[in-house]
């Protein structure tokens, strides 16, 4: 079975500094992994997506994940972060080959951004 | 990316009405679109997949009476409340994914907020 650890519930960066937001997967299967961003109030927006292409992928406004299979992690960073960075962030892996299917949530991080 | 919308953005009802949202796929196919519900400051629940034309399949714990899900066509999926308790207050979210697009990646709604009073 399928499932998504997101280690850290809250992380508080100054504007400027890296980010770091963790995840850890357990999968059967060789995962699809995803990191979205949802702003208060809003939908989910996709910030990247691993399919077993690369395993260093880029996303938008920055961010970027990096697929280690040897260490099961998906962790999202960014290099400098900006104060429209402030969301909660989820880390999502499907539960079959493909895709195609359902994703299975983690329980988010919220990432606040300070001047 | 592709777009998802979904109407109303809000709503607020009184209990016992029903209350339909809509969720349409702008720019692609979406063979397959999803319902979750998010309460505040928790993660999304997925509550029913359903795939176009035929009936939804709803995940365990989540009434399907109480909840009615209509795929009739490649781009519109609804979610119609029946009879709600201010308990069906929350936020629901649709996805589609489907033709057209990447098929492994959903793409969200901007979420409906509903309110029962």
């Known amino acids: 079975a399928q499932s998504v650890t997101q280690l850290d519930s809250h992380v508080s960066v100054s504007e400027g500094t890296p980010v770091l937001l963790r995840c850890n997967y357990s999968s059967s299967y060789s995962p699809s992994l995803f990191w979205y961003v949802q702003h208060p109030n809003k939908g989910l927006q996709l910030l990247l997506k691993?399919?077993?292409?690369?395993?260093l992928v880029k996303g938008i406004n920055g961010f970027e994940a990096e697929f280690k299979k040897s260490e099961t992690s998906f962790h999202l960073t960014k290099p400098s972060a900006h104060m429209s960075d402030a969301a909660e962030y989820f880390c999502?892996?499907?539960?079959?080959?493909?895709?195609?299917?359902?994703?299975?949530f983690g329980a988010g991080t919220r990432l606040a951004v300070h001047p | 990316g592709a777009v998802v919308s979904q109407h109303p953005s809000r709503v607020i009802c009184k209990s016992g009405t029903s209350v339909k949202i809509e969720c349409r796929s702008l720019d692609f196919q979406a063979t397959t679109m999803f319902w979750y519900r998010q309460f505040p400051k928790q993660s999304l629940m997925l509550m029913a997949t359903s795939n176009e034309g035929s009936k939804a399949t709803y995940e365990q714990g989540v009434e399907k009476d109480k909840f009615l899900i209509n795929h009739a066509s490649l781009t519109l999926s609804t979610l119609t409340v029946t009879s709600a308790h201010p308990e069906d207050s929350s936020f629901y979210i649709c996805?589609?994914?489907?033709?057209?697009?990447?098929?492994?990646?959903?793409?969200f709604g901007p979420g409906t907020r509903l309110t029962v009073l």
């Open positions: 999502v892996v499907t539960n079959l080959p493909g895709g195609y299917n359902k994703l299975i």
């Open positions: 996805s589609a994914q489907g033709r057209g697009r990447a098929t492994d990646t959903q793409y």
């Open positions: 691993y399919t077993s292409a690369a395993t």
